[in-house]
């Protein structure tokens, strides 16, 4: 598999600071430049160790991509997943096209409530009307009835969560990533990113002092003498 750099927070929940503002509770950062195999491993192994797997109930919210999804699938199989209302909305307006608003008003409509055969329904109708009039955007509208269709499970349960939102974890992959490794002029190397980014995490994560305190303590401890 290709390697990226990819970044996923875990929570607890939200706490209220203001009026419209909330912070998460429990945040955790969990960011690598690795393969989708090796990644799922090490963020099985962080929710493990911060008891996500003993929670009630785990909300996995995502943009839909299919990678994603595969890490749902193995390794929070059930987990109530949630397509990001942000992403589906910018496919659906790709794919139904914004000269037929009508249609895209129509197509949210019955997303919202987590509608999804009449979501299907919209856009099988609209694609076949594209048909004869433009192939071009037909074949988007065919590209949306797909994302959809792969995604079905993750909008149905928009009756359980309206309108979820991935914000917090863009935000995410803005603090760990984008503020770092993405201003103007910087190119990195694979090995420098890895070693920056994990001491990056260190600092985001409240565990800097400690991770050094146990390097410098094991350095300083004696070997043991031979018998």
Same mark, same amino acid.
């Not at 390697?3 to 996923?8: A, F, K, L, T, Y």
């Not at 995604?151 to 991935?166: F, G, K």
């Not at 300083?220 to 031979?226: D, Q, V």
């Given at each position: 598999?290709?390697?990226?750099?990819? %970044?996923?927070?875990?929570?607890?929940?939200?706490?209220?600071?203001?009026? $419209?503002?909330?912070?998460?509770?429990?945040?955790?950062?969990?960011?690598?430049? $690795?393969?989708?195999?090796?990644?799922?491993?090490?963020?099985?192994?962080?929710?493990?160790?911060?008891?996500? /797997?003993?929670?009630? =109930?785990?909300?996995?919210?995502? &943009? !839909?991509?299919?990678?994603?999804? @595969?890490?749902?699938?193995? %390794?929070?199989?059930?987990?109530?997943?949630? #397509?990001?209302?942000?992403? #589906? $909305?910018?496919?659906?307006?790709?794919?139904?096209?914004?000269? /037929?608003?009508?249609?895209?008003?129509?197509?949210? !409509?019955?997303? !919202?409530?987590? &509608?999804? &055969?009449?979501?299907?329904?919209?856009?099988?109708?609209?694609?076949?009307?594209?048909?004869?009039?433009?192939?071009?955007?037909?074949?988007?509208?065919?590209?949306?009835? !797909?994302?959809? $269709?792969?995604?079905?499970?993750?909008?149905? +349960?928009?009756?359980?969560?309206?309108?979820?939102?991935?914000?917090?974890?863009?935000?995410?992959?803005?603090?760990?990533?984008?503020?770092?490794?993405?201003?103007?002029?910087?190119?990195?190397?694979? =090995?420098?990113?890895?070693?920056?980014?994990?001491?990056?995490?260190?600092?985001? +994560?409240?565990?800097?002092?400690?991770?050094?305190?146990?390097?410098?303590?094991?350095?300083? =401890?004696? @070997?043991?003498?031979?018998?």
């Amino acid at each position: 598999m290709s390697r990226h750099v990819v %970044s996923i927070q875990t929570f607890r929940g939200t706490r209220r600071t203001g009026r $419209t503002r909330r912070t998460l509770i429990d945040r955790t950062y969990v960011a690598e430049t $690795t393969n989708w195999t090796t990644f799922a491993e090490r963020l099985v192994a962080t929710c493990a160790r911060l008891g996500v /797997y003993d929670a009630e =109930r785990i909300f996995f919210v995502s &943009d !839909g991509a299919a990678a994603i999804r @595969w890490i749902r699938e193995r %390794s929070f199989p059930t987990a109530i997943e949630l #397509l990001d209302w942000y992403h #589906l $909305t910018e496919q659906l307006k790709r794919g139904i096209g914004l000269a /037929y608003p009508d249609v895209v008003t129509a197509a949210l !409509g019955a997303a !919202g409530p987590g &509608d999804v &055969d009449g979501l299907l329904a919209i856009l099988a109708d609209h694609s076949r009307r594209l048909a004869g009039e433009d192939l071009e955007q037909a074949d988007r509208a065919a590209r949306a009835v !797909g994302y959809v $269709t792969a995604n079905r499970r993750a909008i149905a +349960n928009y009756r359980i969560v309206p309108l979820a939102s991935s914000g917090p974890m863009e935000k995410g992959v803005d603090l760990t990533i984008c503020r770092r490794f993405k201003l103007r002029g910087m190119s990195w190397y694979r =090995r420098g990113v890895s070693h920056l980014l994990r001491l990056r995490i260190l600092r985001l +994560n409240g565990t800097w002092a400690r991770y050094w305190g146990e390097r410098f303590a094991a350095a300083l =401890r004696p @070997w043991p003498s031979a018998a």
